[in-house]
């Protein structure tokens, strides 16, 4: 069964970091390129972040380049986003999700952690 | 980039029923769309890719039609457990992007 779980979340101060983790299971990670998703409260979702499954092609959304970075280690089957500088903006339940190799789209979630950005 | 469009954000109807759910891309992204299910607690769920191909584990009473920029997910005779979150989102180019999203609730 296809797991991903995410960890790192929590309230952090304007301006500070933190690093968020997904640890997958069920599947060959290495073969899969993955995202980073994020949701505010109240509303929609945002795609925040790819990588390939060789870490060779990476992807940001405008709103979060030059202060997230994407990465992943396949022999630990995770992949981590760090963020820096963050703002209040960016608090939100971040997702990571799979991306499908036959399918189009996004064809496992995780169930999400939450980043709260505030004083 | 690409801008999608749910224009009902809320639609009510009983089980048994068929609804229809639209969504609108700012450009033609071919048929580089897909549905998504999300029910509370539970994590989001690929229901169909490419416009129309049902993802495996998905009921046949879910179908996706369009392309270019009009697409609509159809649920035919609506079982209690289609209730929820409904996505589309394209994956024709980056910064790949959702619709803001339609609840589909038990009248």
């Known amino acids: 069964e296809v797991q991903l779980v995410e960890s790192g979340g929590g309230l952090v101060q304007p301006g500070r970091s933190l690093k968020l983790s997904c640890v997958a299971s069920?599947?060959?990670?290495?073969?899969?390129?993955m995202n980073w998703i994020r949701q505010a409260p109240g509303k929609g979702l945002e795609w925040v972040a790819y990588?390939?499954?060789?870490?060779?092609?990476?992807y940001y959304a405008e709103t979060v380049k030059g202060r997230f970075t994407i990465s992943r280690d396949n022999a630990k089957n995770t992949l981590y986003l760090q963020m820096t500088s963050l703002r209040s903006e960016d608090t939100a339940l971040y997702y990571c999700?799979?991306?499908?190799?036959?399918?189009?789209?996004?064809?496992?979630w995780g169930q999400g952690v939450m980043v709260t950005v505030s004083s | 980039d690409v801008q999608m469009t749910q224009s009902l954000s809320y639609l009510a109807a009983s089980p048994g029923e068929s609804v229809s759910i639209s969504c609108k891309a700012s450009k033609s992204i071919s048929n580089y769309l897909a549905w998504y299910q999300q029910k509370p607690g539970e994590a989001y769920k690929l229901l169909i890719y490419?416009?129309?191909t049902l993802q495996s584990g998905t009921p046949s009473r879910f179908s996706g039609s369009g392309s270019g920029t009009d697409f609509t997910l159809t649920i035919r005779s609506l079982e209690p457990e289609d209730f929820g979150l409904y996505y589309c989102?394209?994956?024709?180019?980056?910064?790949?992007?959702f619709g803001s999203g339609t609840k589909l609730e038990i009248k």
């Open positions: 999700a799979r991306r499908g190799t036959t399918v189009g789209g996004f064809d496992y």
């Open positions: 069920g599947f060959t990670f290495s073969n899969y390129g």
């Open positions: 990588i390939s499954s060789g870490s060779s092609y990476i």
């Open positions: 490419s416009g129309s």
């Open positions: 989102q394209q994956y024709y180019e980056k910064p790949l992007t």
